[in-house]
């Protein structure tokens, strides 16, 4: 049996455990159910029932699974884990979905992650006798435990002896039929948080699993072991000793992980932007009139000692941190530099003392994101998180967080996310600026009251974007899109290209402006659609310029131009074919309004040509190994 090598890409899988009254079945079924968001191809469960384990999985959507079990009648058991799995070590089917069992039948493992040095610990159970039955890396760890169960006096224990030995990322949740009221798990670079109920606990990789069930949460920390049962949690380290665990209370409820009479979760966060927006802007200025973050562990003094800035991210993060830099650079006086998070720290970065690193992450489990945090520490950098899950690994890495309170984001595709990353980005622009006196405290608060004024500025946006959904209609048999931008424009150019290839699988491509003649020019043929970010006349009018003669440049060669500028920007009319207005805004707020017709064009077009918007193939919601 082919066996893939160690080190390959994945991304997050569904976890979910629980011990309470309910019947665990139906409460693990409902948790995969609003997991089914973060991409998967199979599906399993395992629940315990009069000291034995019963499982059931299938290679396919969650219905296929819930098919089976109803093929057969299901004991009545309050303890049970599932799964969802997108496949790494081979292929998905039937064998390979998760849980996994040991040659007793009493273990069944889940595991999100990857477990690098499976191979050699495969080759060593086959030693021992143990039959594997599939090509994973997740059940050798099913087989270590029933080898540690023999010594260990519980599956706890036996859990601490086998992270010992597990090398790579993993997230890994058991159960055993002899220990019948207790489900274990372990965290290594992996995300997994527990739900804390009444008479009943959780475990998942997200809150949105058991959100329906309680808000109230407790965050493992790194090379934790957890132990659930109905009425309390014991959480120690890979050694045994009792671990901290800080709880906390989820801002959201189930209702605002559910589509909400919207036909596709991506349409319905497109919509929840102007409230993203102006609930990632409340409570940030203090009653002196100075901004605040969430959680700030830096002096005013290392603030000051800063000299220079790397903005680490991953896809549509890191166009937030290049939008991100124009601000920072101008309002600051900072050198700032954007990194993409998976090359960061592989070309040898000169970082130190006085190198801030700030590190943008919806999830705050980007695992590329989080390596180069790590790194950052260990040349002693100060790290700044910008993030939207509280307790999440990336915050508690970092000196210093300012939350996006963006709310659930179900849809693959980042939509509210990147605005309210956009917002977070200038607020911390402002807050340097404000701590380092390049702008002036009347001068900050002049920005944040322009900042205030977005959320209506994109409600505006979001009303007048019908014409975009018949252009991208018409445009559904297209072969390739080019976007154009310069300025802030350029990253939304980028943002607007990445969309489309994510939910529409077509060829898009981004350019600055000013690079045409220097080669793109000569994609441009008859018919070609061309999206033209255009930056306000004010305050860059030599570039607004330049960019019309771009326009001019494209349709005299016969492109299709689809120019984005602002409400009253008459210059621009004669060269559109199709002309989308947008409010005035400042030229450093403009990607806040800019973007959201390139996220509408983007979901429409892939409505048009049949697609899943919120599932797009081969695509996951958070990244967390390499």
């Avoid at 058991?210 to 407790?218: G, L, P, W």
């Avoid at 405290?441 to 205030?452: C, K, M, P, S, T």
């Avoid at 001019?552 to 984005?564: D, K, N, P, S, Y």
């Avoid at 002309?579 to 005035?584: D, F, H, R, S, T």
Wanted: with cysteine; aromatic share 6%.
């Amino acid at each position: 049996m082919g066996r893939p090598a160690p080190g390959t890409l994945t991304v997050m899988c569904g976890i979910v455990g629980y011990v309470g009254a309910k019947p665990a079945l139906s409460v693990v079924i409902d948790g995969l159910r609003r997991l089914e968001y973060r991409g998967y191809d199979s599906a399993g469960v395992a629940v315990l029932a009069d000291d034995k384990l019963a499982t059931a999985k299938r290679a396919g959507k969650l219905a296929n699974l819930e098919a089976a079990l109803a093929e057969r009648s299901w004991p009545e058991s309050s303890v049970g884990l599932g799964h969802t799995r997108w496949a790494t070590h081979g292929p998905p089917n039937d064998p390979n979905a998760h849980p996994h069992v040991d040659c007793t039948g009493s273990v069944a493992v889940v595991h999100n992650g990857i477990i690098e040095n499976f191979a050699a610990l495969r080759t060593w159970l086959e030693g021992r006798g143990h039959e594997l039955t599939s090509e994973t890396d997740t059940e050798v760890v099913a087989h270590l435990l029933e080898e540690e169960l023999h010594e260990a006096g519980g599956l706890a224990e036996a859990m601490r002896r086998i992270c010992a030995r597990l090398e790579g990322a993993f997230t890994l949740v058991a159960v055993h039929s002899e220990d019948p009221e207790t489900v274990v798990g372990a965290r290594r670079n992996s995300p997994l948080v527990v739900g804390r109920g009444d008479g009943e606990n959780f475990l998942a990789s997200d809150v949105a699993a058991f959100i329906a069930h309680t808000r109230q949460a407790v965050e493992l920390g790194q090379d934790q072991v957890v132990e659930l049962y109905r009425d309390r949690i014991a959480v120690t380290d890979f050694h045994g000793s009792p671990a901290p665990a800080r709880e906390y209370h989820v801002d959201w409820d189930a209702s605002a992980a559910e589509k909400g009479g919207y036909e596709y979760f991506m349409l319905k966060e497109i919509a929840e932007q102007p409230r993203a927006v102006a609930e990632t802007l409340l409570g940030r200025v203090g009653e002196d009139g100075t901004l605040t973050l969430d959680e700030m562990r830096l002096s005013d003094d290392e603030l000051r000692d800063i000299d220079k800035i790397v903005i680490v991210a991953c896809g549509t993060a890191y166009h937030a941190g290049l939008i991100a830099k124009y601000a920072i650079e101008h309002w600051c006086r900072i050198p700032c530099e954007v990194e993409l998070a998976s090359e960061f720290r592989y070309r040898d970065p000169i970082l130190d003392r006085s190198t801030l690193v700030i590190a943008i992450s919806q999830s705050g489990e980007t695992l590329d994101t989080l390596m180069a945090v790590n790194y950052a520490r260990e040349q002693r950098s100060r790290v700044l998180a910008i993030c939207n899950v509280n307790g999440s690994t990336i915050p508690r890495a970092s000196d210093a967080v300012l939350y996006t309170h963006a709310g659930p984001e179900v849809g693959v595709a980042a939509t509210k996310t990147f605005l309210t990353q956009l917002v977070a980005c200038n607020l911390v622009g402002l807050y340097l600026a404000q701590v380092r006196g390049t702008k002036y405290g009347d001068e900050v608060i002049a920005v944040i009251h322009q900042l205030a004024a977005m959320p209506e500025k994109v409600e505006q946006v979001l009303g007048t974007v019908a014409p975009v959904r018949a252009l991208a209609g018409s445009l559904a048999d297209a072969k390739c899109v080019l976007f154009l931008g310069r300025h802030v424009g350029y990253p939304v150019a980028l943002e607007g290209a990445l969309k489309l290839k994510e939910l529409a699988y077509m060829h898009a491509e981004a350019f600055a402006a000013g690079e045409l003649k220097h080669g793109p020019i000569a994609l441009i043929e008859d018919g070609l659609p061309v999206v033209v970010v255009v930056p306000p006349k004010r305050g860059r009018g030599p570039l607004h310029e330049k960019i019309v003669s771009n326009i001019q440049e494209i349709r005299a060669r016969g492109a299709r131009t689809i120019v984005i500028a602002e409400e009253g920007d008459d210059s621009v009319v004669g060269y559109a074919d199709t002309l989308i207005a947008v409010p005035q805004a400042p030229t450093l707020l403009q990607p806040l309004v800019s973007t959201v017709p390139l996220q509408v064009f983007a979901c429409e077009l892939a409505l048009a040509k049949g697609h899943d918007v919120d599932r797009p193939r081969n695509l996951a919601k958070s990244v967390t190994v390499e």
